[in-house]
């Protein structure tokens, strides 16, 4: 009994670390951002990957507006085209696209246009590889 | 089966102690150093190698980008700590743009200088000559998890042959083992070498130009030096602590008020804080020069100065003039560009096996009519690459045929653009013109 303890225990130790490095990776999650302009707030969910991703946005107040969403990484000197965003439901948005071009702090300006004219509203966010 | 269990552990055990100290060895060397030179009118792009140990052989490639008329190129690496020098040249043959490259020895790493000279004209460029080489802590930790490894096998081995001491020792030098690693990794950050840059601390002073021209004013069609003297704001003495900036200590554009003359060079260093290139006058009127470059533990910096060509401009105002490459015409989105807000150019080269220049597949030169503003934009697919260790190397030809900017224009107005993109060693310049809206405009 003592001899499988002596090797079981390493077995199973072995087994948690490769289990950890395989699944417990860098992988980012969805991420919930918040910000607020002189007139609208915003709630931001998305997933901080390079490459294609939805951007999930709800503007309060939920007013009628043209949002889009843009991108900028002060470090580099690079912004991204800004991803026109639809309607899906009050106040909530949805915008697809690419809105990051590689890994590192990036400032995600939501641009929302309403008939009292037109606020940019930054969030930041570290992106994965 | 406790036997082949056993066995099966041990052999994981062993792969595990073998694979962990190679994977140390995984990581790439330093970067090459890369310095882009306007020198006795050629446009040169000099790429000192990296280096994995010293002494050793040193490889030094010459990238001509526009050879110019040719001639022989003096190279030469000197160690500032010990003075010992290594000399090369290489001849540019004229009409044949490509990779010269030259071998020179490097005795030791550390702070050294290399001289260009050719056509009579020397630039001298500080650099830092690194060879990879693992940290002591770095050493330790994976020493401590080979101990660890072996101790490990030793353990398992004592109690599978009922050795309690073997077993019990080898435990122990285990468990001290993974101390050892661990407690040295977890203070690792105490032990960084002295000097290393802290990108946190950008808290050098503002460098100020001093712009000449030789001859003062400079006649029409005539050969001309341009000389920028850089000054720290702070002291008044020479700045004279340029780092490496997109493969150049400084990025120097001329362009004419209209427009129609645009250069971007690399001014050769020709003493302290001093950098120097020699130019033909193409258009009268008034011109700026902008100097584009970074000091050592500072953020980027851009100078500007104007001076003059004599002679009379009748040819009415215009856009650029540079004669546009076969293809399509760079294309806005939105087609109506606003101020303020991303407009994504693209450019359709027609060729793809582009080569990358100054370490981006592209580069976009914006300037506002009235010459206030300067904008250096890098080409949006290849920005990733340039932040690799090692940087795309200007022999692989993998971009195109597709160029893509992004970029906010600051104010409404008319802007003049010059996409610059290298095309079989060589660089074409594309001149295009954008008018910028203002927001909520209808024009």
Known sequence: MRRRAYVVAPLLLIAAGIGWLVLGGSAPGPTELHGRGARHAVTVRLEPRPGLLEARLEIHPATPAEVSVFAVMPHMGHTTPELAARGDGPGRYVARGELFTMAGAWEIGIRVEDTSGAEVIKVTTLVGE | ?443
């Open chain 2, 1 to 443: 089966m406790i036997k082949r269990l056993t066995l099966a552990l041990l052999a994981l055990a062993v792969l595990l102690a073998w694979a962990s100290p190679a994977a140390a060895h995984g990581r790439f060397a330093e970067a090459d150093a890369r310095f882009a030179q306007t020198i006795a009118g050629m446009e040169l792009t000099v790429v000192v190698r990296a280096s994995v140990r010293v002494p050793a052989p040193l490889q030094v490639d010459v990238v001509a980008h526009d050879p110019g008329r040719g001639g022989p190129v003096e190279l030469a690496v000197r160690s500032i700590e010990d003075g010992a020098s290594s000399a090369a040249s290489v001849r540019i043959e004229a009409g044949r743009p490509g990779m010269y490259p030259a071998v020179l020895h490097a005795g030791r790493a550390g702070p050294h200088q290399l001289e260009v000279r050719a056509g009579g004209e020397r630039s001298v460029l500080p650099f830092t000559l690194l060879v990879p080489r693992a940290p002591l802590w770095e050493v330790i930790v994976y020493a401590a998890f080979a101990c660890a490894a072996v101790a490990l096998i030793g353990a398992l081995v004592g109690a599978a042959l009922r050795r309690g001491a073997v077993a019990a020792g080898s435990a122990g030098t285990f468990a001290v083992a993974l101390v050892v690693a661990f407690t040295t990794g977890a203070l690792s950050p105490w032990f960084t070498p002295e000097g290393a840059p802290d990108p946190e601390t950008l808290t050098r002073p503002n460098a100020q130009p001093l712009v000449e021209v030789t001859p003062g004013r400079p006649a029409l069609g005539a050969a001309f030096r341009l000389r920028v003297t850089l000054f720290d704001g702070s002291t008044g003495g020479p700045a004279d602590d340029l780092a490496e900036h997109h493969a150049a200590l400084t990025h120097l554009v001329v362009t004419s008020d209209d427009g129609r003359f645009f250069r971007h060079v690399h001014p050769i260093r020709i003493a302290t804080g001093v950098y120097e290139v020699g130019l033909r006058a193409e258009q009268p009127g008034r011109h700026r020069a902008y100097a584009e470059f970074e000091r050592t533990g500072a953020g980027g910096q851009l100078v500007s100065g104007a001076f003059t060509v004599d002679d009379v401009d009748d040819r009415g105002p215009a856009g650029v003039s540079a004669a546009v490459p076969a293809g399509a015409a760079p294309v806005t989105e939105p087609a109506r560009p606003v101020a303020g807000r991303p407009v994504r150019l693209t450019f359709d080269t027609g060729v793809t096996a582009l080569r990358p220049w100054l370490g981006m597949a592209g580069h976009l030169i914006v300037r506002s009519q009235d010459s206030g503003y300067l904008g250096h934009v890098h080409e949006a697919r290849s920005m990733a690459d340039a932040t690799a260790v090692r940087v795309p190397d200007e022999s692989v030809a993998r971009y195109g045929p597709r160029l893509e900017f992004v970029f906010s224009f600051p104010r409404p107005g008319r802007y003049l653009a010059w996409i610059q993109y290298v095309r079989d060693y060589r660089i074409v310049t594309v001149p295009h013109v954008i008018e910028v809206a203002a927001e909520g405009s209808t024009r």
